[in-house]
């Protein structure tokens, strides 16, 4: 079983920068595919970025060019680097994965972190 922690978020204003971070118990070099999910309240949790394998990435419409995803398996750790933050960024982020790629490609998600909240002020 994984266990994901999240960190880094908090409190930023427009235009600043974020990074957040997700601390896996164990080794998450068998896990394909990480990804990092955003839900703002009131709103169904959507996809922000994700990573396939160590270079392969995609991102949301609405963060591309903005943030990054990345990955290092000798930490055992996930990253999003969230640069120029809008309001509309608010909401608590949440790395997950899946024990197999085609289940999280489909939105079938097996293993969820706590999340860690981020608020945009303007």
């Known amino acids: 079983q994984v266990q994901l922690v999240e960190s880094g978020g908090g409190l930023a204003q427009a235009g600043r920068s974020l990074r957040l971070s997700c601390a896996a118990s164990?080794?998450?070099?068998?896990?394909?595919?990480m990804g990092w999910y955003r839900q703002a309240p009131g709103k169904q949790r959507e996809l922000v970025a994700l990573?396939?394998?160590?270079?392969?990435?995609n991102y949301a419409d609405s963060v591309k060019g903005r943030f990054t995803i990345s990955r290092d398996n000798a930490k055992n750790a996930v990253y999003l680097q969230m640069n120029t933050l809008k309001p509309e960024d608010t909401a608590v982020y949440y790395c997950?994965?899946?024990?197999?790629?085609?289940?999280?490609?489909?939105?079938?998600?097996?293993?969820w972190g706590q999340g860690t909240q981020v608020t945009v002020s303007s």
């Open positions: 990573i396939i394998g160590s270079d392969s990435t």
């Open positions: 997950a994965t899946s024990g197999q790629m085609a289940r999280m490609m489909k939105g079938d998600i097996d293993y």
């Open positions: 164990g080794s998450i070099a068998s896990l394909t595919a």
